[in-house]
T-cell receptor
Framework: RKEVEQDPGPFNVPEGATVAFNCTYS??????FFWYRQDCRKEPKLLMS???SGNEDGRFTAQLNRASQYISLLIRDSKLSDSATYLC???????????????FGTGTRLTIIP | DADVTQTPRNRITKTGKRIMLECSQT?????MYWYRQDPGLGLRLIYY???????NKGEISDGYSVSRQAQAKFSLSLESAIPNQTALYFC??????????????FGPGTRLTVL
């Protein structure tokens, strides 16, 4: 089983729609979770961290379910500029200081259709 | 100017050649990383360095070596390139923020093709 698994997509979604992605992780000791965004042929960039209580940043909402070991990303009122690949990222070395090791999922490709 | 730069941006080489990819950063971060990205496999860690005197292997270090020449510079070498090392290579840096080194800042990538 992969440490971090995502549906590769592609998700083709009309502009203005709401879209959600899930990601599962295998290491129950993982403590930190993130969503990165990667545009075509560009470098990944941090979109948002994922906290246990869930967190929101504008149109984006991230949630964590530790019992089921998955995290989710919800995008509301999608824009053309949201078209990208979204990478689920997990700190797989636990919470010990200095042992951060990020494991990246393969990404979910999203295309927003005008 | 970009905070994390990589040179070259594109390189085509032949099997058996020695190749060096260079990474420089102006962020002042202690930690630097080298990843490769392949379609369907995501980003995989090759080597990482926590400071100038510290080098660690990642999950796919075979066939690669690194040098941390200074806090700002971290280079990746392929001693004898082979076709399955064809990939997109990213350098990244991180710093201690909010109790962790979790956020990583990536360079623009080097697209390497080994014929």
């Amino acid at each position: 089983r992969k440490e971090v698994e995502q549906d590769p997509g592609p998700f083709n979604v009309p502009e203005g729609a709401t879209v959600a992605f899930n990601c599962t992780y295998s290491n129950s000791a993982s403590q930190s979770f993130f969503w990165y965004r990667q545009d075509c042929r560009k470098e990944p960039k941090l979109l948002m961290s994922v906290y246990s209580s869930g967190n929101e940043d504008g149109r984006f909402t991230a949630q964590l379910n530790r019992a089921s070991q998955y995290i989710s990303l919800l995008i509301r009122d999608s824009k053309l500029s949201d078209s990208a690949t979204y990478l689920c990222v997990v700190n797989s070395e636990g919470s010990n200081f200095g042992n951060e090791k990020l494991t990246f999922g393969t990404g979910t490709r999203l295309t927003i259709i005008p | 100017d970009a905070d994390v730069t990589q040179t070259p941006r594109n390189r085509i080489t032949k099997t058996g050649k020695r190749i060096m990819l260079e990474c420089s950063q102006t962020k002042g971060h202690d930690r630097m990383y080298w990843y490769r990205q392949d379609p369907g496999l995501g980003l995989r860690l090759i080597y990482y360095s926590f400071d100038v005197k510290d080098i660690n292997k990642g999950e796919i270090s075979d066939g690669y070596s690194v040098s941390r020449q200074a806090q700002a510079k971290f280079s990746l070498s392929l001693e004898s390139a082979i076709p399955n090392q064809t990939a997109l290579y990213f350098c990244a840096t991180s710093d201690y923020v909010g109790g962790s080194y979790n956020e990583q800042f990536f360079g623009p990538g080097t697209r390497l093709t080994v014929l």
